[in-house]
């Protein structure tokens, strides 16, 4: 009698194991639509208290406000010029939107997405970041520069860059700053302490290197390309190439989740790549299937979601897809 339980304790077991290999990487929860929105979406922020996320529709010259408690759009910020980069911060409780038209950046009360201050940069204002050591805004624009600005957006300094900026990550220290530069053909590398660039840090082998995402804790910088498209991880003490795959085309977000060790490769052409990444390997784990021209979205780690925006494609409306992480 032992040793059949014995047996029928190992067999379960088994079936757990080979449950928990089969389990999907990411599991589609559900859709949002986005009704009216048209043309290209860029990027997205998410305010985790009020379960909202802001949405660039760059198209559309608006800003989406989804409420993930309702499931559905409940405001829109209009009037804007091609919304690009998006920044919500919590302390503020501001939402700053940069315009590529226009070259501006401009600043919203989340509460009641009043305007509250607008600068302008130039030309082509893109992407934003937050350095929570120093309560700045860093904004990527024009034909090289990062601009630092207070949160009441008074324009602090200028980091000139030999091209124009494209997705960029501030070490959690606030010292230094990894930008890809995809017009120079290089990854570029600012001390914040000397003020130093280096715009040829890494030159990346491979052509249209737009998103990029750091892995701090291990000191690996991930950098997808388009040209062809591959994903390079790149060690940042010495900015060697690790390791190198084959990714999803025209990818414009890409996200590391440090508790799991996973990417997410964010394509135009319907796909998340998800990736193990190891110390020196990166390892391919799943293809899922999105939508045609999806190539940006928001991985909020707190939720262990994963926001794809999904543009309309014929008689299919704009949407959010929502993405979970499935527990064994």
């Known amino acids: 009698m032992l040793r059949r339980a014995f047996v029928f304790v190992c067999l379960a077991a088994c079936a757990v194991s080979i449950a928990t290999q089969q389990l999907p990487p990411l599991k589609l929860d559900r859709a949002i639509p986005l009704p009216g929105v048209e043309g290209r979406i860029d990027h997205l922020a998410a305010d985790l208290t009020a379960q909202r996320v802001y949405i660039s529709a760059l198209g559309s010259d608006e800003v989406e406000v989804v409420d993930l408690r309702e499931g559905r759009r409940v405001a829109r910020i209009e009037g804007l010029h091609e919304p690009q ?6 302390a503020r409780q501001a939402v700053y939107v940069a315009n590529g038209d226009d070259g501006t950046v401009r600043s919203y009360d989340a509460r009641t997405l009043a305007h509250l201050k607008t600068v302008a940069l130039g030309e082509d204002a893109d992407n934003l970041r937050f350095d929570p050591v120093h309560n700045q805004v860093l904004a990527a624009y024009g034909a090289g520069a990062i601009a630092v600005l207070s949160l009441d957006l008074t324009r602090i300094r200028d980091l000139r860059l030999p091209a124009h900026p494209e997705a960029f990550e501030l070490t ?14 290089s990854i570029g590398h600012i001390d914040l302490n000397t003020m130093a660039v280096n715009p040829d840090w890494v030159e990346p082998s491979a052509n249209g290197n737009f998103p990029m995402a750091l892995d701090a804790a291990d000191h690996r910088l991930l950098v997808a390309c388009r040209d062809p498209g591959v994903l390079l991880l790149i060690d940042t003490a010495s900015g060697q190439v690790l390791d190198r795959m084959a990714t999803v085309g025209d990818a414009d977000d890409l996200f590391f989740d440090s508790d799991s060790k996973t990417a997410f490769v964010i394509g135009a052409e319907g796909y998340v790549d998800v990736v193990r990444v190891g110390s020196h390997r990166l390892t391919s784990t799943a293809h899922v299937t999105t939508a045609s021209g999806a190539r940006t979205g ?4 707190q939720w262990k979601r994963l926001l794809v925006a999904a543009p309309r494609r014929g008689t299919t409306p704009a949407r959010l897809l929502i993405y979970s992480l499935p527990t064994p």
């Open 298 to 301: 928001l991985w909020v780690p």
């Open 85 to 90: 980069g998006i920044l919500y911060v919590p």
């Open 172 to 185: 959690p220290d606030a010292q230094q700053i990894f930008v890809n530069l995809p017009g120079n053909g």
